[in-house]
């Protein structure tokens, strides 16, 4: 099976402009061949990485601004925000896991949520996890998910499964993931270089699964002239903001291909889906190396409401 990671940037902090990028991404990857295709954390419509760059209370008014802008930008399910991403999945048969921001329009209506989306070949949402932790100045702009995407699904190309960013260093978290029979584990972040990759690797070997980290390649260049502040955001036109490094791992260790480092484009590479549970007969974390005499976790997969109308 053929994989693709999305290195190229999205058209920062414009929804309607991402899209139609991503549409045409979803039809070059189809045209070479691939059947899965990975969009890295918080790509539609750009991650908020000026949350980084602004210091507390004295940037709390532009951070008001640039919200505002990545609000009216953000993904509503409730409205069928992900209709056209669904459609391209379908017109190419193809699985496809992407990270964007999720506006709740259900409920609050306001409230931003940092997602990950799986959507299988037939066009189906097979599953939406929001971010369970937001990092540091991440909680100045998303909320907190629940438990009810903690899911491995199945798809075209085996069962998969996400955690974004910093969630994979939460043990419990992978641990939820591994004891649901995982082939194919994604990761989309914003975090890149040798820490970030000696994670993946870790991953790799301790959950016995092909391991799929991106992250968004992004230079300064790629800021459109009219997103708020950007010009005191992004002095240096030169600057890597981000450098991807798009990475596949092997079951059990081991690298498939990558990191993709500062460069723009597709990471493709062939996958076995079933040398994953045939890595786990040397190390199962919920098999026979699972001590449940021991250790047991529970997992509340129950959606967190805010109200129950009665009527």
Known sequence: MKLAIVQYPPVYLD?????????????????????MLVFPEAW????????WRL?????????????????????????????????????HSMVIVAGYQEVDGAVSGSTLFNSCIIIDADGRIANNHRKLMPTNPERMVWGFGDGSGLNVVDTAVGRVGALLCWENYMPLARYALYAQNIDIYVAPTWDSGETWLATMQHIAREGGCWVVGCATALEASDIPADVPYRDELFPNADEWVNPGDAVVYKPFGGVAAGPMHKKKGLLITEIDVAEARASRRKFDANGHYARPDVFQLTVNRAAMKPVNFAD
């Open 44 to 51: 539609i419509p750009g991650y908020p990485t000026f949350i």
């Open 55 to 91: 210091p507390p209370g004295a940037g709390m008014g532009k951070t008001d601004a640039l919200y505002a802008r990545l609000q009216a930008n953000s993904v509503d399910l409730s409205r069928d925000g992900m209709a056209r991403l669904q459609e391209a999945a379908k017109d």
């Open 15 to 35: 929804l309607e402009k991402t899209m139609d990028r991503a549409v045409a991404i979803v039809a070059e990857a189809a045209a070479k061949g691939c059947q």
